[in-house]
């Protein structure tokens, strides 16, 4: 039971994965590598995370580790975030409501002062925006009202 409890987090990391990278490339278009379609970016992501799992899995396995107890003002922290920014994108747009999730999301790590927080929000917001307005031509309000 303990084992699995250890591996617990790589396992559902694998399974939320598979869960993308299947949906995708059996419900969505793929396109091609010049005209990337809708399901070629869940399809890359999910893959990603897939070999993420493997490498965490196969990590834990060579060198098993003790089990700790969760961190609650983590969980709170990722979930604020979240919940921030599904909140938020309609009503301000994508850019400010990720920088207000990576500032929500970083106020429970102590160690993290406020510059950079600042810095972190304003490089993960120009990063969304050369990324996915820019790069991949999706039409997302990037700041509502300009």
Partial sequence: MRSLIVHLGPILMLMTGLFFAIGAATSLDLG???RMGP????LLVGGLLCL??????????????DVRRGDLWAVLGVVGGVAAFAFLTPLTGVL????????VTGLVIPEFRWPHRLILSVGVSAAVWLIFITGLG?????????
């Avoid at 993420?52 to 580790?65: E, F, I, N, Y």
């Avoid at 999706?138 to 300009?146: D, E, T």
């Fill in 96 to 103: 400010p409501a990720t920088a207000i999730a990576v500032i």
């Fill in 138 to 146: 999706i039409p997302l309000v990037a700041i509502r009202g300009l």
């Fill in 32 to 34: 091609s590598f010049r």
């Fill in 52 to 65: 993420l799992a493997l490498v965490a899995l196969v990590d834990g396995l060579r060198a098993p580790r």
């Fill in 39 to 42: 399901g070629a970016f869940p």
